[in-house]
């Protein structure tokens, strides 16, 4: 047998073993990007910053203030339309409808009235999309063809008062939810194949913030912030390591992820300002110790991010600020009020993004030297409370109605 293959065909794998691999690269296929860090996995940043981004295509997909995720050349949308809630898969390359998932759905009411659509975004992983809505109710759907694979409510009719924000979190063949109310409530680990409950603690439940997953050694650990604690659970077994106060007072909120780097933990919330932990293990136990806190400047609806050993946010206050992240002391925080606490900073490679809820594009420069604006786009009429999604040379953003895909020379 001839085991020699022809040198036509070898190109031909290369060349789609190559454009399998940069679709992967490109990937954002949950809340915060693939490490949910705020960084993309690649994203081609141009060396000037046109005067103009180029709008490719635009679709509307309902109401909702969940975040796309992108995976293999599709972009997931979590959305209200009508009565439903609604999971829209598009092509990346037109905006067209691939398929669409539509369940009833409990009407948005009270105070958050003026936000009916989800506020949690999606995850995919291992063929799969899970979603979570409003009143807490988990769907995993096959990514390809949209079929249901299994719907649930972990926790049936309960959650915060401004309801579920939590985005899914999969890892190890689960989907970690954050569900439930602040009083009857907590994480819960179903298996992603058979929505089977793994594991449950519930030991206090959550506001808006979603957890992260943190590696120490041979452990994986949960990190999350739940009504009034910043806590630490086994991924293995939903077992407590650690719960410390992080108590909101007056009209402040837990809805920042924490932010991990190596053993240590960054949280922060209104009120209370920034603080740093490490976490260790002693003998058996996890612990998480304080390392500073800087008491000036907290962030509300905002995920701050880390590069380079700096940490830049949008404050509670609505300006952009830049922290030490070894030391927590403050290095810089701009003048300008950009939005009312609402907003999402991401890592664009050699600069910073931020898209707060007024629907400006701001680009600017990271650096200790102080705030450095590089470019200002208008992408929406305002309603802009997605973070932006970065994905090779495009830009996904989510106002109140659209998705809009923008390209970069």
């Known amino acids: 047998m001839n085991r020699h293959r022809p040198r036509s065909f070898v190109v031909v794998v290369a060349l789609l073993i190559g ?37 490719q295509w635009q679709a509307v997909v309902g109401a909702g203030d969940a975040t796309p995720a992108v995976v293999g050349g599709m972009v997931y949308v979590f959305s209200r339309i009508g009565e439903e809630e609604v999971t ?19 009407a948005v009411q009270g105070p958050a009235s003026s936000h009916p659509g989800p506020r949690s975004s999606p995850a995919v992983a291992e063929g799969k999309v899970v979603t979570l809505g409003v009143t807490g109710v988990a769907s995993c759907l096959d990514a390809a063809s949209g079929q249901v694979l299994w719907r649930k409510a972990p926790y049936l009719d309960a959650f915060p008062q401004f309801y579920t924000a939590s985005s899914p979190l999969i890892t190890n063949g689960m989907a970690i939810l954050q569900v439930g109310a602040e009083d009857n409530g907590g994480l819960v680990a179903l298996d992603l194949a058979t929505g089977d409950e793994k594991w449950k603690w519930a030991g206090e439940g959550p506001q808006y913030a979603s957890p992260v997953r943190m590696a120490l050694g041979d452990r994986e650990i949960v990190v999350a912030l739940t009504s009034k604690s910043f806590i630490g ?33 960054i949280i922060s919330g209104a009120g209370r300002g920034t603080m740093a932990f490490r ?38 206050a609505g300006k952009l600020f830049c922290l030490k992240a070894d030391t927590g002391d403050t290095v810089w925080v701009d003048d300008n009020v950009r939005s009312r606490g ?39 009429e305002g309603g802009t409370y997605a973070a932006p999604v970065l994905s090779g040379s495009s830009i996904i953003t989510k106002d109140q109605s659209a998705v809009t895909l923008w390209s970069l020379p």
């Open 88 to 106: 829209t898969c598009l092509r990346l390359s037109d905006g067209s409808v691939v398929w669409q998932d539509k369940y009833s759905a409990m």
């Open 342 to 380: 609402f907003g999402a900073v991401v890592d664009a490679g050699t600069a910073l993004m931020a898209l707060p809820d007024n629907g400006d594009l701001i680009v600017y420069g990271p650096g200790a030297e102080g705030f450095t604006l590089l470019a200002t786009y208008k992408v929406a």
């Open 233 to 265: 659970v086994s991924a293995a077994d939903g077992q407590l390591l650690w719960q410390l106060p992080f108590v909101p007072e007056g009209r402040a909120y837990n809805a920042s992820t924490p932010i991990v780097s190596g053993d240590q933990v």
């Open 19 to 55: 454009i399998v691999s940069s679709g992967m690269a490109q990937d954002w296929p949950q809340w915060l990007g693939p490490n949910r860090d705020g960084k993309p996995s690649q994203f081609n940043a141009p060396e000037q910053w046109p005067a103009q981004l180029t709008q």
């Open 279 to 316: 976490v260790a293990t002693d003998g058996g136990a996890v612990t998480a110790t304080p390392l500073w806190t800087n008491t000036e400047v907290a962030v509300q609806f905002n995920t701050p991010i880390l590069k380079d050993g700096l940490l830049y946010g949008l404050s509670n």
